[in-house]
């Protein structure tokens, strides 16, 4: 079923219809909060919260409009709420000093810590992009800023992300 008809039944209070919506979005829900938040409990709250705001605000969605960017757009707000619950973090925190040592273990750990680590709205970019594949312009009505800013911001992600990994590849090296 398509997604405005599963729209217009969770309107009518049909909870078959939500549960839809849960099972077709729950894991790259949770993939994109899992990488923007970095816990898993912050990541699974984010998830309920978006879809407790879902059923609460299901009447705010206006249909002929992309329901995956309104969607998605509820999940990001969710996830800032509770970063800003959080004590103020740097990236030199998230990051950890020794990137990387020994195997490709340590190389995926140290690559979450680098997303991680990068500042908000462009760790928010880098992942919609990078991670749920998710196009340009897309990334730019989901945060409501210029498809240029999207453009830079996961620019410099992979500029960044480049240079941290690099560190960590000679480290091993060595």
Same mark, same amino acid.
């Given at each position: 079923?398509?997604?405005?008809?599963?729209?217009?039944?969770?309107?009518?209070?049909?909870?078959?219809?939500?549960?839809?919506?849960?099972?077709?979005?729950?894991?790259?829900?949770?993939?994109?909060?899992?990488?923007?938040?970095?816990?898993?409990?912050?990541?699974?709250?984010?998830?309920?919260?978006?879809?407790?705001? +879902?059923?609460?605000?299901?009447?705010?969605?206006?249909?002929?409009?992309?329901?995956?960017?309104?969607?998605?757009?509820?999940?990001?707000?969710?996830?800032?709420?509770?970063?800003?619950?959080?004590?103020?973090?740097?990236?030199?925190?998230?990051?950890?000093?020794?990137?990387?040592?020994?195997?490709?273990?340590?190389?995926?750990?140290?690559?979450?810590?680098?997303?991680?680590? +990068?500042?908000?709205?462009?760790?928010?970019?880098?992942?919609?992009?990078?991670?749920?594949?998710?196009?340009?312009?897309?990334?730019?009505?989901? +945060?409501?800023?210029?498809?240029?800013?999207?453009?830079?911001?996961?620019?410099?992600?992979?500029?960044?992300?480049?240079?941290?990994?690099?560190?960590?590849?000679?480290?091993?090296?060595?």
């Amino acid at each position: 079923m398509d997604e405005e008809a599963l729209v217009r039944r969770c309107r009518e209070g049909d909870l078959m219809a939500y549960r839809s919506l849960y099972e077709r979005y729950e894991q790259p829900f949770l993939r994109t909060a899992l990488r923007l938040l970095g816990r898993r409990q912050d990541a699974e709250d984010a998830v309920q919260e978006t879809f407790l705001k +879902l059923y609460k605000k299901v009447n705010h969605y206006r249909s002929g409009s992309n329901f995956s960017t309104y969607f998605f757009r509820i999940l990001i707000n969710s996830c800032y709420d509770i970063l800003r619950t959080r004590r103020p973090e740097t990236a030199l925190d998230a990051v950890p000093s020794a990137l990387g040592r020994e195997s490709a273990h340590e190389l995926r750990y140290s690559l979450e810590q680098a997303i991680a680590g +990068l500042p908000e709205q462009m760790r928010t970019c880098f992942v919609l992009f990078a991670v749920e594949d998710l196009r340009q312009e897309e990334i730019a009505k989901i +945060l409501e800023i210029s498809v240029g800013a999207v453009k830079a911001h996961v620019h410099r992600a992979k500029a960044r992300l480049r240079a941290l990994l690099s560190v960590s590849c000679e480290e091993v090296q060595t």
